[in-house]
Each structure stands twice: as structure tokens, then as C-alpha cells.
């Protein structure tokens, strides 16, 4: 174990004031609400009550909206980052630096900055993160490791980084590779998904030990966010446009496909959250080339 470079703040700031996208006479719980043009969107996830979250990797800021009104406005605003896959947990913000090899922690109702953490020297794309009662764990898809961030009373970094080197049935090829990242209850297993190879791991939170999960024949490549809920998975199938549904097994070695969601909505989603009975997609629209003016949304998805 290793002791990150982290910075906690004694005081939070206030929240950033921006101008807000949407629209207030939208229907409630819009379709699609729009991101800011040239937003790069990778990640999303869902907080207190029918709030979202979505990351840019742009620039490493983060924008937060209301689901019901579909009205938004960039929260965290920062330069220099990357924000990749998201998660928030006890009212904090849990963000994957990507390339940079960082993560960072912000309160998701100010945006001020709580922790920020080096993660890896090494190879590094920090693509996701799930977290737990007693830590955040961040996947690297250029690497065969993931990454332990200890959090103590309220779920707060204690400042601990640990790296877990991935072993048994765990598969490194060219390309990326640990991508999506979700945590059983009891926080013991974690799932992970290869994007190349397409293969979904159950892997002992505590050694590392990767076993591969006979999903029943489901096309798992281009896998990117995952999503658990009960024994439900959801494996986005990013450039595929389409969610895979997945009923895992009580030891989470096994899977039984469940169906397969398309949506017209769909331009290259990347990750799914969940808002109650209500699940959304962030459109990271690979295949369009990026600009400035390039818009980019987030959808209510069709058959949950």
C-alpha cells in the first residue's frame, strides 16, 4: 500500500455559477437532455433525488442536471482533466482522470474539490470507478490492475491508494481492457468487463483472483459502463448501440441473458444510471468527429 498524492480541503467553495442548458417548459422527465456543445461526454451518473451527473474529456469538468426538468449547469469546472466514468456516493463525486492516470473527489453539491489522487506512474487509462461502504475501486484499461482508494467515516478518502494486480482467469491483450466496473452488495466481488476480449470477470475485491463468467453466449464486446442492481447487469455495447441485460448467477460466476435494448436515441452510448425505474444513456458519439458546436445529449432509454 502507498499513500497518493491527495489534497483535502478544510473548507468547500461555492458551486460554480454558469449559465444553465435546458429548458424549464419541457415536459417532465424529458427524453434527451441536452449536454453543452463540446461537452465529450463518457460517463454518467444519478444522486440525490433527479439529479445526474456527466463528465467531460474535454476538459475534466463536470456538468450536473435535474432529470425531471432537463435544466443543467456545469458544476465542477476545472482545466487540465480528464473525466471519464463517474460515481457518486454519500453526496461525493467519484471521477476517472483517463490518460492522466488520476481520479479526483468532488462534493456533488458545491463542486468544490475534496481529493484529487495519482493513481499510476505507469501505463494508464483510469476508465471507471464503482464504489463500496469502504472504497472506491478505478479500472485501468492499459493495465492489469485496479485501483483501491480507502474511504473512511461518511465515505470520505482517507488519502490510502492501494493497486491490486488482476490474476487467475484475467486476460491482458492489445487494445483496451478492464473498462466497466460494478460491486456486489457486500462489496467481496467486483465485476469487470474487457472491452476487447468481450469477457466479464468476477474478481475477489480482496486478492485480485479474476474468474471469467459464463454469460450464457452474450456478446459482450465493445463492452464499456456496466451497471448492477440486485442481480441485474447492464453491459453498454458502446459502438454497437445496444444495452445487454444479464441476470447474474448467486456467486456471480454465471450469467443468463435476459434481452438486448436498442434505442433509436442511440449514438454511441457509453454508461447507464439508473433514476429509480427510469434508466439513461450518455451519448458519446464516437463516430462523430468533435468540434466545438458538436452537440451531445443524455437519453431516456426505451425498454428498461
Do not use: C
Not at 486476460?171 to 456486489?184: K, P, R
Not at 475477489?204 to 456478446?219: N, P
Amino acid at each position: 500500500m502507498r499513500t497518493s498524492r491527495v489534497l483535502l480541503t478544510t473548507a468547500l467553495a461555492a458551486a460554480f455559477a454558469v449559465a444553465p442548458t435546458g429548458s424549464a417548459s419541457a415536459a417532465p422527465f424529458p427524453d434527451t437532455l441536452a449536454l453543452p456543445n463540446g461537452w465529450l461526454p463518457e460517463g454518467i451518473a444519478t444522486g440525490a433525488g433527479t439529479s445526474v451527473y456527466s463528465g467531460s474529456r474535454a476538459d475534466g469538468s463536470v456538468w450536473k442536471g435535474d432529470l425531471r426538468t432537463g435544466e443543467g449547469e456545469v458544476l465542477v469546472d476545472v482545466d487540465g482533466r480528464v473525466a471519464v466514468g463517474i460515481k457518486v456516493d454519500r453526496g461525493l463525486l467519484f471521477v476517472s482522470g483517463g490518460a492522466t492516470g488520476d481520479a479526483y473527489v468532488y462534493d456533488a453539491d458545491s463542486g468544490a474539490e475534496v481529493a484529487a489522487f495519482d493513481l499510476t506512474d505507469g501505463p494508464a487509462f483510469i476508465n471507471d470507478v464503482t464504489v463500496t461502504r469502504d472504497a472506491a475501486w478505478f479500472t485501468n484499461s492499459q493495465a492489469a490492475e485496479l485501483y483501491r482508494v480507502a474511504l473512511g467515516a461518511g465515505g470520505v478518502p482517507t488519502g490510502a491508494v492501494q493497486t491490486i494486480a488482476l490474476a487467475g482467469d484475467w486476460q491482458q491483450v492489445a487494445g483496451f481492457n478492464a473498462n466497466g466496473i460494478a460491486a456486489t452488495p457486500d462489496g467481496q466481488t467486483l465485476l469487470v468487463i474487457n472491452s476487447t476480449t468481450g469477457i466479464l470477470y468476477a474478481v475477489d475485491a480482496a486478492t485480485g483472483e479474476a474468474t471469467a463468467v459464463d454469460a450464457g453466449g452474450a456478446l459482450l464486446t465493445q463492452g464499456d459502463g456496466i451497471l448492477l442492481q440486485g442481480t441485474t447487469l447492464w453491459v453498454v455495447r458502446n459502438r454497437s448501440n445496444e444495452v445487454v441485460v444479464l441476470r447474474m448467477a448467486s456467486d456471480w460466476h454465471a450469467a443468463t441473458p435476459v434481452r438486448t435494448i436498442t434505442d433509436p436515441d442511440f449514438d454511441v452510448p457509453t454508461t447507464v444510471a439508473l433514476q429509480g425505474s427510469r434508466l439513461y444513456a450518455v451519448n458519446a458519439r464516437f463516430t462523430t468527429a468533435p468540434t466545438p458546436d458538436t452537440e451531445y445529449d443524455i437519453v431516456l432509454v426505451d425498454g428498461r
